[in-house]
């Protein structure tokens, strides 16, 4: 069973920024695509980030395309999320996740609390 290990997540001021990590705790066969995905209270768990095997990303919502930036590596796999001008509604559990292999298989994190305080 493949763990996902988050990390870099905490609370932050209006303004600031902060930088999310997630390592496999093994290699993953046939990475599809790689993930940030995000949980606030009372709320549907959004996409917030999608990086491919080849390296390209996308932002579902094309407002945080200027303040977040999803980068990582399919072969180890990792990924990371650098997140700007963060703001009081960016506050979320986010969450890893790596869709690999024939059938499309789901490996999430365990999540990481970030909260921006005004």
């Known amino acids: 069973q493949v763990q996902l290990v988050e990390s870099g997540g905490g609370l932050v001021t209006s303004g600031g920024s902060l930088k999310l990590s997630c390592a496999a705790s093994r290699t993953i066969s046939h990475v599809h695509t790689m993930n940030w995905y995000r949980q606030a209270p009372g709320k549907r768990r959004e996409l917030v980030a999608t990086?491919?095997?080849?390296?390209?990303?996308?932002y579902p919502d094309s407002s945080l395309k200027d303040r977040f930036t999803i980068t990582g590596d399919s072969s180890k796999p990792t990924v990371f999320l650098q997140m700007n001008d963060l703001r009081p509604e960016d506050t979320a559990v986010y969450y890893c996740n790596i869709e690999a292999g024939y059938w499309g298989d789901q490996h999430w994190g365990q999540g990481t609390q970030v909260t921006v305080s005004s």
């Open positions: 990086i491919n095997r080849e390296g390209s990303a996308a």
